[in-house]
């Protein structure tokens, strides 16, 4: 039986402040140990505050890839960023929409499923970073190309929820320090914490929080965080890509927090068949399947699966099939000269 004790966090004399953190998760296999929450928060905290070396960063970075983040770490790294970020606390969103992944084989659908929500009436604040893998498209570009701009000022995003419903800030507007991190992944080859984090960052501390994880595993982790993070509402789901959007060909897992309760259940496929990944994205296809220019078959199943995931989350609809009747009645409500 082992009876060594896990190590301590306590500050050495004449060591750097952060090399006790560092120690407390790198310390071997039977010393080290996961941060406590308050731990996570002072460690990030440190960190954006820029008074961690590149070197430091790196090697926690690295130990926490190879560990994997624990709920309290990942809700820590998030009350620190909160508390970097300093949203106003007077901007009213419904909806945080996490958006981080990119798209590669399929159309970015989940942007018109955002957009049609707010056509009917949603209040939806989206964030996400671009650039950090190769061979993707990010919101950010695609808004561009739809003729949304990404909001620069806490001003601008107001008047774009007051107006249209929907504003997107980017990451290197809304927290550079995690941009910075990021944009390490190439650096390094590992993704980071900040993937994970910045996907429950929520910083109008919007009622509902989507949020969409690559790997399933990661899943559990969003959850538990969302529900330290005292999270009202909170979705997470296994979407295209890694964004939040159903996959009509694929059973959808719906891990949830309802009232600080963990909740689970399935909905299935919507369609049997499998679908084609695209070769290239032709980018002009969204705005004709939005004017109903064109019939998108796999673009309608996944518009319709990501409004009615939406729509039952925030309990506008008992069960799946009522989910999926409110959306197409809500894709039938649109603003048919959004992109005119």
């Known amino acids: 039986m082992n009876n060594k004790r896990k190590v301590d966090l306590v500050a050495r004399p004449n060591e750097h402040p952060f090399a006790q953190y560092i ?63 300093n949203a106003p606390d007077d901007i009213q969103v419904d909806i945080d929409w996490s958006s981080y992944a990119g798209k590669r084989r399929q159309l970015p659908w989940y942007l018109l499923a955002a957009l049609c929500l707010a056509d009917n009436g949603h209040k ?44 997107f800030m980017a990451l290197d507007t809304l927290c550079p320090p995690l941009q910075r991190i990021i944009e390490l992944r190439n650096e390094m080859g590992l993704r980071t914490p900040v993937h994970t984090l910045s996907r429950l960052l929520n910083p109008l501390l919007a009622p509902l929080s989507l949020q969409s994880v690559f790997h399933p595993a990661y899943a559990p982790s969003h959850q538990k965080a969302a529900q ?13 890509a890694g964004e939040f959007e159903r996959k009509p060909d694929a059973s959808c897992s719906l891990l949830s927090v309802e009232d600080g309760e963990l909740k689970e259940q399935q909905w299935p496929r919507m369609t049997a068949h499998r679908m084609p990944k695209l070769d290239e994205l032709d980018i002009s296809e969204l705005t004709k399947v ?13 518009i319709i699966g990501t409004i009615a995931l939406v729509l039952h989350q925030i309990g506008r609809s008992p069960d799946e099939d009522a989910a999926t009747a409110m959306a197409e009645q809500y894709w039938s409500q649109r603003n048919l000269k959004r992109f005119n």
Do not use: C
Request: proline content about 1%; aromatic content about 8%; charged content about 25%.
């Open 290 to 302: 939005w004017r109903g220019e064109s019939d998108n078959d796999y673009g309608h199943q996944a």
């Open 23 to 85: 120690r407390v998760i790198g310390k071997g296999k039977k010393g080290a140990r996961s941060f406590t929450f308050e731990e996570a928060t002072e460690a990030m905290r440190m960190v954006l505050r820029g008074e961690v070396s590149d070197f430091q960063l790196g090697a926690m970075l690295a130990l926490l890839r190879v560990n994997e983040e624990s709920p309290d770490e990942l809700a820590g790294f998030v009350t620190a960023a909160r508390d970097y970020i």
């Open 228 to 240: 330290i993070l005292q999270q009202q509402n909170a979705l997470v789901i296994k979407g295209e």
């Open 124 to 167: 939806i604040f989206m964030h996400g970073a671009k650039g950090h893998t190769a061979g993707r498209v990010y919101s950010e570009d695609i808004l561009h190309h739809l003729g949304i701009v990404a909001a620069t000022t806490w001003h601008q995003v107001r008047e774009d929820l007051n107006q249209h419903n929907f504003s």
